[in-house]
């Protein structure tokens, strides 16, 4: 049987203390031992090392992702680090890099290494420092009615190391909004004005997330009615009318109304060779839910040329020659007529012009109507002038009568003056009875006889004496049926001696 004897007690003492004091004094420590890092910003990872005295630092580096039995590869000769990878701080108990730009290839996990003079003079810190990089998303709902409230959140994959400060963007543009929490964003009463593109990003950093969609529903609002073409709509084109509305989602349910009338349906209506019948207001309803929303309507103005043009006439077309009659020329166009010829059947040049005519002799008379886009002529009236030939004889028997009158006034006014002459050369009267054989002649009535005589005493007088001195004397003689008295009147010319001037 053979006795095993133990160790002395010094050498194991001894022992224990070599270990702890050679565990002691080889250490990496690192802070943080894990970073979350924002994609394209830098990170900062920093230890600090120890090692026993006697020993002296040849080399310092970092590395990554250890594989047993090879050489751990330094950072700073690493094409995809050596651009982006700074060394701060000392070589003799602080390390402490820069990794600028880092992306999700970046996600690894970090050591670091130094290498004394001494062959066993080498040490690997391990665990190292875990490295893990995020983007941001905006979490937000689809959509959100007008007038309530939504939060929006600012999530990373990570919490950040470092203490950020978030921003947010609407449209790319930056915003002052209300904030709950630092990540979070508080939209209050909806509007339509708030629906957009929201991202975030970090204070000091270039970052930006990818934009989420914010959408707002509300109801149709500002209905619009368009019409296509646009300009002046003639009879005969195709015109297309479209409805027009600000609603989210879209309003699908449109009915179109002339006046009061339904006509159709859908966001568009069509009318395919338009007539004038097709003038009016037209305006579209919308429909959402059950909100019903009304467009302002719209005058749908078709133009045409002129037709039903007709004559009327001012009075009778009966006129008497000299006189004229008013003709007048309307019709329907739009725009109105403005020009107006005038015409006489059978004769090719026209006869007048302007809405109204006046005729002055007979015949058939029509009218054309012009506006820009055409003309029409109305149907033929007739004027008649009647009492041509009978006005012209009327007036020469008047002209011969009153001629005649004057002619025969004057003649009385001769005599008139020949007889008083004659009155003042009368000097002496005889009143004689008739004979027995006048009365028995005349056997009833008045019998009157006037005789003159005339003396031949005519030559050597003058003309003037010769007219005065033609009656000498006047012989009246009144017969009366059984009467048996007579007178008998004689008048004797006195000479001219005896003349009174």
Request: hydrophobic share 30%; charged share 20%; net charge neutral.
């Amino acid at each position: 049987m053979s006795v095993r004897m133990a160790p002395p007690l010094p050498l194991i003492f001894l022992l224990v203390i070599h270990y702890v004091f050679s565990e002691n004094d080889w250490g990496v420590s690192y802070s943080p031992s894990h970073i979350c890092a924002l994609k394209d910003s830098s990170v900062i990872m920093s230890c600090t090392y120890t090692y026993p005295t006697g020993y002296k630092i040849k080399k310092v580096f970092w590395t990554k992702n250890p594989v047993k039995g090879k050489e751990h590869p330094d950072l700073s000769e690493d094409p995809e680090y050596s651009q982006r990878l700074q060394y701060l701080g000392d070589t003799q108990q602080n390390r402490t890099i820069r990794l600028s730009h880092v992306t999700q290839k970046d996600e690894h996990m970090y050591y670091f290494r130094f290498i004394t003079d001494k062959p066993d003079g080498k040490w690997l810190g391990n665990p190292g420092v875990t490295l893990t990089v995020t983007d941001l998303q905006v979490e937000a709902p689809e959509r959100v009615t007008e007038g309530h409230n939504v939060r929006l959140t600012c999530n990373s994959s990570c919490t950040l190391t470092d203490r950020a400060t978030f921003i947010w963007y609407r449209n790319s543009q930056p915003l002052t909004e209300r904030r709950d929490g630092n990540n979070q964003l508080l939209l209050q009463s909806v509007r339509r004005e708030d629906a957009g593109r929201y991202s975030c990003a970090l204070h000091g950093h270039s970052y930006i997330s990818p934009a989420a969609q914010l959408s707002v529903t509300y109801a149709p609002k500002n209905l619009s009615v368009s019409i296509s073409p646009s300009g002046e709509i003639v009879e005969g084109d195709s015109v297309t009318l479209s409805c027009s509305s600000d609603a989210n989602p879209p309003a699908l349910n449109f009915s179109w109304f002339k006046g009061r009338t339904l006509v159709g349906s859908g966001r568009i209506y069509s009318i395919s060779n338009i007539s004038s019948d097709h003038s009016g207001e037209y305006k579209c309803k919308s429909r959402y839910e059950n909100i019903e929303k009304y467009s302002a309507a719209v005058n749908l103005n078709v133009m045409y040329s002129p037709r039903s043009v007709s004559v009327s006439i001012t009075g009778s077309g009966e006129i008497v020659e000299g006189d004229s009659v008013t003709l007048s020329c309307s019709s329907d166009a739009n725009p109105p007529a403005l020009n107006f010829s005038w015409f006489k059947e059978n004769q090719s040049s026209a006869v007048g012009s302007g809405q109204s005519f006046s005729a002055l002799q007979s015949g058939r008379f029509y009218c054309e109507a012009h506006n820009q886009h055409g003309s029409q002529r109305s149907d033929a009236v007739t004027v008649t002038v009647i009492g041509g030939h009978n006005t012209v004889l009327y007036a020469a028997v008047v002209i011969a009568v009153g001629c005649g009158v004057l002619f025969l006034s004057c003649i009385i006014m001769f005599l008139r003056k020949r007889k008083g002459v004659r009155q003042m050369q009368i000097r002496t009267c005889s009143v004689q009875q008739p004979s027995s054989s006048d009365r028995n002649h005349f056997d009833d009535g008045l019998y009157a006889r006037v005789s003159a005589n005339r003396t031949d005493q005519t030559a050597g007088k003058t003309p003037e004496s010769t007219d005065t001195e033609k009656i000498k004397y006047a012989s009246i003689q009144h017969i009366r049926n059984n009467e048996s008295k007579h007178e008998n009147l004689r008048m004797h010319h006195p000479d001219s001696a005896a003349r009174i001037d």
